[in-house]
């Protein structure tokens, strides 16, 4: 019997695996679509890293790890309101990139706020690309 609930749980473990890779690929292929070339893990990174002028404070930048931190295994801040931001590393948040509306809300949110645009399809994809790598 337990050999049974053993091989159950590495199948759901598994399926939530699998799962989460369909959702990043299904996503990736949509902002192919919407005219994106390929996407590298690198690219991903630079943008992450990089920093933009704050349009509202003079002198100030805004990026990603603003909020989300340096280290995406680690829970980050949001700057304005102190709440914390679960890990952006799905190796360690298991939720991470599971629901499609999920990711293009944030995303939509996000680049509004870094950018102060909307994120492109190439930019949505390398950032994608380098986050699952986490």
Not at 61 to 87: F, M, N, Q, S, Y
Request: aromatic share 8%; charged share 30%.
């Amino acid at each position: 019997m337990k050999m049974k609930t053993l091989f159950a749980a590495l199948c759901a473990v598994l399926s939530i695996q699998i799962t989460k890779a369909d959702v990043i690929d299904e996503m990736l292929k949509t902002y192919q679509a919407a005219g994106a070339k390929d996407f590298t893990a690198s690219n991903g990174d630079a943008l992450w890293r990089k920093t933009y002028p704050d349009p509202k404070e003079a002198g100030k930048t805004r990026g990603c790890a603003t909020c989300h931190g340096e280290d995406l295994h680690a829970k980050g801040k949001h700057v304005t309101t102190g709440k914390a931001i679960e890990p952006m590393a799905p190796s360690v948040n298991k939720e991470r990139f599971t629901d499609p509306k999920f990711i293009e809300k944030w995303f939509t949110r996000n680049c509004k706020w870094v950018l102060n645009r909307e994120c492109t399809p190439q930019e949505k994809g390398d950032l994608l690309s380098y986050l699952r790598t986490q």
